[in-house]
Each structure stands twice: as structure tokens, then as C-alpha cells.
């Protein structure tokens, strides 16, 4: 088991920044991807960001590609946010997979884009 926690949501003006951590612990040898999606009020949850454990290889959304950065240092997985936009808006979820399981969630985190 896996568990997630993270952190570092809260309200950005349009054109600012934040970045979300997002610490796991327990089995995290069984980790093989790391990522974060989102969920907008109404709308279903979408993938945002992924980052590969052992490659550091990373994939992104078109949505936010050249504005989100994901990285990974040890167990802490980070998502920079620059050039917000009020689409942004939304709960932001830290995950982890297996090789082929399912998503493992957090909690979730809000992230609100208004100015």
C-alpha cells in the first residue's frame, strides 16, 4: 500500500504560480509512475502530469505543457504551476500506479485561479 499526502493548493491570481507537493510513503518500491490530475467542478478528472519513478521520463497534458512542470526528488513528487489560468481551476490529485494496476489517490488538493 501506498499512501499519498499533499499539499501546497490555495487561491492565485491569473498569470501567477504555485507548486504542489505531494509526499508518499509506504511500499514505494512498488511504485512505477507517479502523476497528478485534476478535477473542475462538473467536469470528469483529467489527466494533468506524469513522471516515470525509475526514468524521471515525463508526459504532460496539452493543456498545460510549457506552463506545469512535474519533478521528483526521493518520496516528495512536486508540480509547478506558472501562467495560471482560471481554467486551472480545479481539485488537484497526486497518484501512483504499479506496473499495469490502477491509480492509487490522495486527497486532493484545491487549486482556485480568480482574481
Known amino acids: 500500500q501506498v499512501q499519498l499526502v499533499e499539499s501546497g493548493g490555495g487561491l492565485v491570481q491569473p498569470g501567477g504560480s504555485l507548486r504542489l507537493s505531494c509526499t508518499a510513503s509506504g511500499v514505494i518500491s512498488s511504485i512505477y509512475f507517479m502523476g497528478w490530475f485534476r478535477q473542475a467542478a462538473g467536469k470528469e478528472r483529467e489527466f494533468v502530469a506524469s513522471t516515470a519513478w525509475r526514468t524521471f521520463y515525463t508526459q504532460y497534458a496539452d493543456s498545460v505543457k510549457g506552463r506545469f512542470t512535474i519533478s521528483r526528488d526521493n518520496a516528495n513528487v512536486y508540480l509547478q504551476m506558472n501562467s495560471l489560468e482560471p481554467e486551472d481551476t480545479a481539485v488537484y490529485y497526486c497518484?501512483?500506479?504499479?506496473?499495469?494496476?490502477?491509480?492509487?489517490w490522495g486527497q486532493g488538493t484545491q487549486v482556485t485561479v480568480s482574481s
Open positions: 497518484a501512483s500506479r504499479g506496473g499495469s494496476g490502477p491509480w492509487n
